[in-house]
């Protein structure tokens, strides 16, 4: 039974199952794109001691900006070590009515939340006056996004497994915090040469409650965005970071996003095209939902998601390879029922990571030189030939790499390979 957080705790207890009291004061107006919100104190019981000076880092370069902040690298003049600088924006406007929510939000996730797979904030430190304030992070190599973009290859399910795993990991772990992300997507997965994935941008994570009240509805990037919250269902659950992770899953071996819809419209569009028109029987309270009731909808009768994928490693016909447990996979991640959705920790007992070719292990994962995050230059990227290192011998194609896998695992039984 899920029993009310204790309200006069100050600590945040990375153990405490108990849910954020759903009664909470948050009010959502929504105007245009602005969304404030009336802040519940004790979703920031973490206080903000005297700050060290950003005078301590030496700027580097500027890494990336977003819709929330400047990401810069540094070094610690003290001990020389490169970090990651986010100078959390401020704007003016918001100033007026005192710390904005959205970065306190920000700030206060980043430095509660201890996991090996979300990216890990040392400390908050100011700048020459009180609207410059920075985060210190570990420094990470690489976005998942860049790497996708600039290989010329695919990843192969083993390293696809790899990188899924860790992710689920960090799922895990904000849902059982009673955190939802928000805005999971490739440009917000780091990965440095170790083979590490992390998750960044806390910028729109925050408490959920059971059961769900209304949150905003002005939230995750689109190609991401769970149908649910397309079709206005404002009392959301964290399986929308679900239905996020499943387009991460496909587009790692796509290459591409999955759904890339050109508003919302068109993002429902194609998502009904590729996944089938979604039924009462399908989906309970389906009819309910806002835009439903608005619009009319067309799509596909059947689900043809498997079209994406081959599903044999024979077919070379340049599709990305998924086997059938990886499709049941990630047809489950994008359920349409939300209720019904799988969760990242049933995602981990899946059959599709037990089976052959075998996750890859961390160390195994390929390594790649400096991209945008080095030279700050996205213009400077080179093609995958020139710059990828492999660990393991040097693997002409996609094809061969996944046969690699297959062989490291099977190198036993090598009848049933070739
Ligand atoms: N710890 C880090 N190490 C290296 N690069 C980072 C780090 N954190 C963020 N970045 C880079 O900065 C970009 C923007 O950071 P993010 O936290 O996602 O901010 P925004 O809210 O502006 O999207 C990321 O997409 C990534 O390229
Ligand atoms: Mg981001």
């Known amino acids: 039974m899920n029993t009310p957080p204790n309200t006069s705790s100050t600590e945040f207890n990375p153990n405490d199952k ?3 009291n759903s009664a909470g004061t948050e009010i959502i107006e929504v105007d245009g794109e602005n969304v404030k919100s009336v802040v519940d104190a004790n979703e920031y019981p973490l206080g903000f001691r005297a700050c060290e000076s950003v005078e301590n880092y030496e700027f580097m370069n500027q890494i990336g900006t977003g819709s929330y902040g400047v990401v810069s690298r540094a070094r610690c003049k003290k001990t020389g070590d490169i970090v990651a600088l986010k100078r959390i924006k401020l704007p003016q406007e918001l100033l007026v009515e005192g710390f904005p929510t959205s970065a306190l939000r920000e700030i206060s996730t980043l430095m509660q939340m201890q996991h090996p797979n979300l990216v890990n904030a040392h400390e908050v430190v100011v700048g020459s006056d009180y609207n410059k304030i920075f985060v210190v992070m570990d420094y990470m190599d690489h976005t998942v996004k860049d790497l996708n973009e600039i290989m010329k290859q695919r990843f192969t399910q083993a390293e696809v497994k790899c990188l ?28 440095d040469n170790h083979g590490n994935l992390k998750i960044c941008d806390f910028g729109l994570a925050r408490k959920y409650s059971d059961p769900p009240r209304a949150y905003s509805p002005v939230v995750v990037t689109l190609y991401y965005r769970a149908i649910e919250i397309l079709l206005g269902e404002k ?6 970071d679900m239905w996020s992770v499943g387009c991460v899953f496909a587009e790692l071996l796509l290459k591409k996003p999955l759904f890339q819809g050109n508003g919302e419209l068109d993002q429902i569009k194609q998502i009904f095209d590729v996944l089938g028109l979604p039924s009462e029987s399908r989906w309970e309270g389906f009819q309910e939902l806002p835009n439903v009731k608005k619009f009319h909808f067309t799509g596909s009768k059947t689900n043809n998601l498997h079209k994406r994928f081959t599903q044999q490693i024979g077919m070379t016909n340049n599709l990305p390879i998924l086997s059938k447990l990886g499709l049941d996979l ?3 991640m994008l359920e349409f029922d939300p209720k019904l959705r799988i969760t990242a920790d049933e995602a981990l007992k899946h059959p599709y990571f037990k089976e052959s070719p075998l996750p890859k292990s961390k160390v195994m994962m390929p390594t790649f030189p400096a991209t945008v995050h080095e030279t700050g230059h996205r213009g400077h990227k080179r093609k995958h030939d020139e710059i990828v290192q492999e660990k393991a011998a040097p693997e002409n194609s996609l094809f061969d790499r996944e046969l690699q896998d297959l062989y490291e695992q099977n190198v036993n039984n090598r009848d049933s390979i070739f």
Do not use: C, F
């Open 18 to 20: 108990t849910p954020p």
């Open 330 to 332: 990630l047809e489950r």
């Open 164 to 191: 899924l795993i860790q992710l689920l990991d960090g799922v895990k772990y904000m849902h059982d915090n009673w955190v939802q992300h928000r805005d999971i997507k490739t440009s917000n997965l780091l990965l």
């Open 235 to 240: 009392k959301y659950t964290p399986a929308i």
